[in-house]
T-cell receptor
Framework: GNSVTQMEGPVTLSEEAFLTINCTYT??????LFWYVQYPGEGLQLLLK?????DKGSNKGFEATYRKETTSFHLEKGSVQVSDSAVYFC????????????FGKGMKLTVNP | DAGVIQSPRHEVTEMGQEVTLRCKPI?????LFWYRQTMMRGLELLIY????????DSGMPEDRFSAKMPNASFSTLKIQPSEPRDSAVYFC????????????????????FGEGSRLTVL
């Protein structure tokens, strides 16, 4: 079945540090891939997505590239800010499957000034 | 446009009481999902509906939990009787799918979440 494996953390970084959060997946067919972010006290919101191989999703300085050959969708940001402190979830969706997103377990990031 | 609306935002109740959580999905979305989030278990899918019909309720913990979607703009998640271990944040989310479009179009499966209902059972 479909599954997502991501770094669980928690991770603490200093402001302006480089961030990588690894995410790999197992899926039948051709999934769409997502990164969701959950800020303290809020619901999850879409950060970025990619719907086919080699697509790059980007938003708010974050980027992730859909790598079919390595079944990965790693999230990166060159210089994190305190406001990036949140929980990050990797997820996948396969059209025509069970019609539900499969989420990773989430990774809590804390950025200190 | 209004997003997914959940109520109440916070609920504190005593063990044994009935709890009803409510959700209004985004207009035009035909899929609705209920999730539960705890520190111990993370994010769990409880149940989801497509066109108001429950499709997969395998995540519902036990018979004390029930969910309904009487129409396209409203859903409830009920816990009766509630127990302290039910304390969690409950999220509702909605999305659209090809069955609502009637055309062959790439469905990305993007979910839109509400802000959650924080339940505390004493």
């Amino acid at each position: 079945g479909n599954s997502v494996t991501q770094m669980e953390g928690p991770v603490t970084l200093s402001e302006e540090a480089f961030l990588t959060i690894n995410c790999t997946y197992t899926a039948t067919g051709y999934p769409s891939l997502f990164w969701y972010v959950q800020y303290p006290g809020e619901g999850l919101q879409l950060l970025l997505k990619a719907t086919k191989a080699d697509d790059k999703g980007s938003n708010k300085g974050f980027e992730a590239t859909y790598r079919k050959e390595t079944t990965s969708f790693h999230l990166e940001k060159g210089s994190v800010q305190v406001s990036d402190s949140a929980v990050y979830f990797c997820a996948l969706y396969t059209q025509g499957g069970s019609e539900k997103l499969v989420f990773g377990k989430g990774m809590k990031l804390t950025v200190n000034p | 446009d209004a997003g997914v609306i959940q109520s109440p935002r916070h609920e504190v109740t005593e063990m044994g009481q009935e709890v009803t959580l409510r959700c209004k999905p985004i207009s035009g979305h035909n899929s609705l999902f209920w999730y539960r989030q705890t520190m111990m278990r993370g994010l769990e899918l409880l149940i989801y509906f497509n066109n108001n019909v429950p499709i997969d309720d395998s995540g519902m913990p036990e018979d004390r939990f029930s969910a309904k979607m009487p129409n396209a703009s409203f859903s409830t998640l009920k816990i009766q009787p509630s127990e302290p271990r039910d304390s969690a944040v409950y999220f509702c989310a909605s999305s659209s799918s090809p069955s609502s479009w009637g055309v062959r179009e790439k469905d990305t499966g993007e979910l839109f979440f509400g802000e959650g209902s924080r339940l505390t059972v004493l």
